[in-house]
């Protein structure tokens, strides 16, 4: 998505849609190599797993998850220069924010948490309502991989992944999303606030009425209007 900060608003039913494609061959093996020898020789880096992430050198970050009664939300800033490996691979120079995303999903289903380990971390614990600075080591265990993912950074980088390919230099912001399973989706999401976001799911099968009435219910009391 082109511009800086997003504002997403919507609710629908979606597939599980693999889209995309990565490249293969010779080519694409000394590409990632080159990415990943870059990313660790830089002053911090990131590995990110479909199970959580590991951030090594100084990272600011703050999250909550569905323990805390909504949406998972991960928000991270880093500056300098700084690489990634793991499902994103690449370098970059400048100042990065991420915000990773994983919905709610409506039934009989026991919340599932992250855990945080930051090593001495300001404060030691990671949460909604303030940054913690990392200045060596964070990991999160993630209960669930994200779906949606917005990322921006001002001033250079090569990345290529699941979550985003580019070579740019200024100001360039992308959003990712990514459904992992049949259903219905409502999503309220602001960049310029996003422990604020607001997303769900509901199980959808073919030939299964679609629970209009709570997703429109759940739009005004979450206070999420167009």
């Known amino acids: 998505m082109g511009g800086l900060p997003a504002r997403l608003l919507g609710a629908g039913a979606v597939s599980d849609d693999r889209h995309g494609s990565r490249p293969s061959g010779r080519h694409a093996t000394a590409?990632?190599?080159?990415?990943?020898?870059?990313?660790?020789?830089?002053?911090?880096c990131v590995v990110r797993t479909e199970r959580g992430e590991h951030y090594v050198g100084p990272v600011l970050?703050?999250?909550?998850?569905?323990?805390?009664?909504?949406?998972?939300?991960?928000?991270?800033?880093?500056?300098?220069?700084f690489g990634?490996?793991?499902?994103?691979?690449g370098v970059a120079?400048?100042?990065a924010q991420r915000?990773?995303?994983?919905?709610?999903?409506?039934?009989?289903?026991?919340?599932?948490?992250?855990?945080?380990?930051?090593?001495?971390?300001?404060?030691?614990?990671?949460?909604?309502?303030h940054w913690t600075f990392s200045p060596f080591y964070a990991r999160r265990d993630a209960a669930a991989p994200p779906e949606?993912?917005?990322?921006?950074?001002?001033?250079?980088?090569?990345?290529?992944?699941?979550?985003?390919?580019?070579?740019?230099?200024?100001?360039?912001?992308?959003?990712?999303?990514r459904p992992r399973r049949d259903g219905v989706y409502r999503l309220c999401f602001d960049s310029t606030r996003?422990?604020?976001?607001?997303?769900?799911?509901?199980?959808?099968?073919?030939?299964?009425?679609?629970?209009?009435?709570e997703i429109i219910e759940e739009g005004r009391d979450d206070g999420c209007e167009p």
């Open 148 to 177: 949606l993912v917005w990322r921006l950074l001002v001033g250079a980088q090569a990345t290529g992944g699941t979550e985003q390919s580019a070579v740019s230099v200024g100001a360039v912001s992308g959003t990712e999303l």
């Open 194 to 213: 996003p422990m604020a976001t607001r997303f769900r799911t509901w199980p959808y099968q073919p030939g299964t009425p679609i629970p209009a009435d």
């Open 31 to 44: 590409t990632r190599a080159l990415l990943l020898l870059a990313a660790c020789s830089s002053a911090a």
């Open 61 to 81: 970050v703050r999250a909550t998850d569905a323990c805390r009664g909504g949406s998972t939300v991960v928000q991270s800033v880093q500056a300098g220069v």
């Open 99 to 129: 915000v990773a995303l994983a919905p709610v999903t409506t039934g009989p289903r026991e919340a599932q948490c992250d855990r945080w380990t930051v090593v001495a971390g300001v404060p030691g614990d990671v949460g909604p309502d």
């Open 93 to 95: 120079v400048g100042v």
């Open 84 to 89: 990634e490996v793991g499902r994103q691979n």
